[in-house]
């Protein structure tokens, strides 16, 4: 009888031990465009559950080290293991079966502009799951529920949203397979306080009721403040440092010391 995709995962490469708190270990990786090196030797631990807050100066490398996660920009050097496994090593098979169990919410949304909502949120599902139109019909409706949008949004072009519509929506199509892990790149620019303000929590309670894992790209000190357990500044090349906010607000390092208990920073307390 032939594997499931599970089992030809657990097969061919055994979870290590440290799968059963890191989500995503990431070690020595370098990743460049040409001659101009972006991310040098760079290590990353995020354990399961946690809410992750990635920060760091513009043009650090924040999008690229989440591109080099997601297998969409190329590293020379370094291993990416996701939920126990080592991405580099994976068959096709089996990288499909760990890129089911992710979600992404890229920054800007990046929904389909020529689908529905609800056509978007069934993406994930036509390319990874054989379902009946009338199960996919059910499940977007319930990933539209679980996002707080009202039903009437399922057949909207996404250019008829706002834009925390849009937001939402773009998280509805991250959850499309109940992923373990999603990734959010920089979820709530663009939107209003009070908008992102809601949409921090919806992710704190997303993550506590689904027990999901979240990397989360940010310059919201709002998020980083209310939903982050940990957070982790990127500078240098490299993971400057990880801890938790108080861990920030001892550092001294001037980039994450200005961030922190700059002006900016200061205001907002
Ligand atoms: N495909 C590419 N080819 C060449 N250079 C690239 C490419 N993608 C990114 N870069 C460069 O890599 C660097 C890091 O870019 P990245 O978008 O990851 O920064 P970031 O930390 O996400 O910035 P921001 O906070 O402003 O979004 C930048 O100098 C950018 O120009």
Known sequence: MPLSEAEELEKNDAPREDDAENVLSVKGITVGFGSKIILQNLDLDVKRGEVLGFVGGSGTGKSVLMRAILGLTPKRAGSISVFGHDLSSASEK???????????????????SALSVKQNIQVPMREHLK??????????TLKLELVGLPQDAADK?????????????????ALALDPDL????????????????????LIAKLSSTLGLT???????????????D??????????????????????????????????RAMRRA
């Open 214 to 228: 979240v990397y989360m790209v940010t310059h919201d000190l709002d998020s980083l403040h209310s939903i982050c």
């Open 157 to 173: 072009l996404p250019s008829e949203l706002s834009g925390g519509m849009v937001k939402r929506a773009s998280l509805a199509r």
């Open 94 to 112: 089996q990288r499909k079966t760990i890129e089911r169990r992710w979600g992404v919410l890229f920054q800007q949304g990046a929904l389909f």
């Open 182 to 201: 999603v990734f959010l790149d920089e979820p709530t620019s663009g939107l209003d306080p009070i908008g992102a303000a809601a949409f921090d929590s």
């Open 230 to 263: 940990r957070i982790a500044v990127l500078g240098q090349k490299r993971v400057l440092a990880i801890g938790t906010l108080d861990d920030m607000m001892k550092n001294d390092d001037p980039w994450i010391k200005s961030y922190f208990r700059g002006e």
């Open 131 to 140: 379902l009946s139109p009338r199960l996919m019909d059910e499940l977007a």
